[in-house]
């Protein structure tokens, strides 16, 4: 046991896990262990968990839902954090939303809508938590969370606790710019009112849309890569012959060109081999060097 693992069990007990299995943890169901595994449930136990990590020289990062991700075979080293139920929650006054980082972000929506209170409605079937739609300033069907957040609450990578204005975020195309290390708690987003019934009818144009266009059934973590300016992942990647590209248990589906499936006991090593590949093909193809969207993930 090292000082780290003994300093965490001394405070947080049973909830510390050691050697944890990830895999499972994300929707991609790939990926190795963590060093360490801990569950918060408060912004002290957050701050207390960074902090006891920063000062021992560990790295640290927070696991949402995992629905971004792709964790290396490796495993990850250091500590890795995630919020707990107490974090699954969400208060109303009027117009504003207070909603903790652990809920999940369709939880979210669908209680706007319920609401009667628009903006969130682009959400409807992204997975995730809200901090990590936060944190990839998720979007859709030209909505994103920049739009609709005023303010994030969290805990920097030394244990400080904070809030953030919306330009401190520093929201950008499925990305953000935050202090390094810091962990999201919980986030205010300024909504209007709507119409319900309107409301629900757009939702569930979304809804048809999303489902005849993505694929069903096999593990992913979305979109693999950032549209381009101008121009579509996927239609390039399809133009570049890479639908239905295998490696592995991976393969690109042959649904839509800019998701990768998990066939069965894939390996984060072949998923990111058919990234390179796609990123080399399309660049002779076309020109464009694909960025990734999904997020790398421990040791590689
Ligand atoms: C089928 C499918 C469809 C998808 N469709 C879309 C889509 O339409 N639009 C879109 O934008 N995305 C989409 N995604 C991608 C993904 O759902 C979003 O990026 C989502 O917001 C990620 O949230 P998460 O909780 O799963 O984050 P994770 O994948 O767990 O983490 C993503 C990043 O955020 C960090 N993070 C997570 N929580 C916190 C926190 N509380 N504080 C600090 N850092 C944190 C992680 O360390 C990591 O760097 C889709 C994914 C799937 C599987």
Known sequence: MNALERELT???GAR????LPLADLTSFQIGGPADLFVT???ADELSAALAAA???????MCLGAGTNLLISDRGVRGLVVKLGRNFDCCRIDATRVAAGAAMAFGALVETAIE????????GEGIPGSVGGGLVMNAGAFGGEMARVVVAVHGV???GEIRALSKDEVGFAYRRTNLPAGFVITRADFALEHGD????????AELRARRTARQPRGLPNAGSIFKNPPGAFAGSLLESAGLKGARMGGAAFSDRHANFIVNLGGARAAEVRALIELARNRVRESSGVWLEPEVKFVGEW
């Open 10 to 12: 001394g405070r947080f």
């Open 54 to 60: 920063a000062r021992m020289g560990a790295p640290a």
């Open 16 to 19: 510390v896990g050691r050697g």
């Open 40 to 42: 918060v449930e408060s």
């Open 196 to 203: 319900r019934e309107a409301l629900r009818a757009r939702v």
């Open 115 to 122: 609401r009667g209170l628009a903006g969130l409605e682009f």
């Open 156 to 158: 920097t990578g030394v």
